[in-house]
């Protein structure tokens, strides 16, 4: 990474052990700069034999309600602060190509 850290994510929300993160990133589109947000989730969990903690981007049927919890406050989130900011709705974004 080149001495550069790594910024952090802008919200997080969690639900046992899974995890929602919203990232803004800037983009550029016809000259236009403006930032993009995007969501990764993952379940974190330890490893039995080693005692670690672990990330899985790989969901048990008993996860999912979950992943649907965090993942429904992102959105929430996202929305909200699109409402506080420019007002682009999200069908917007979507039909830019700024994904």
Do not use: C, H
């Not at 969690?14 to 700069?33: D, H, K, M, P």
């Not at 990330?55 to 309600?65: I, K, N």
């Amino acid at each position: 990474m080149n001495g550069e850290r790594k910024k952090p994510p802008e919200k997080k929300f969690r639900a046992s052990g899974v995890e929602a993160s919203i990232w803004t990133n800037s983009r550029t589109f016809n000259g236009q700069t403006r930032d993009v947000k995007s969501v990764t989730v993952e379940r974190r969990y330890k490893d039995p034999q080693s005692g670690e903690w672990k990330s899985s981007s790989s969901f048990r049927a008993s996860d999912l309600p979950l992943v649907k919890f965090v993942l429904d406050e992102a959105y929430r989130y996202i929305l909200s602060q699109r409402q506080e900011g420019s007002g682009a709705s999200v069908e917007e974004e979507d039909m830019t190509g700024l994904q």
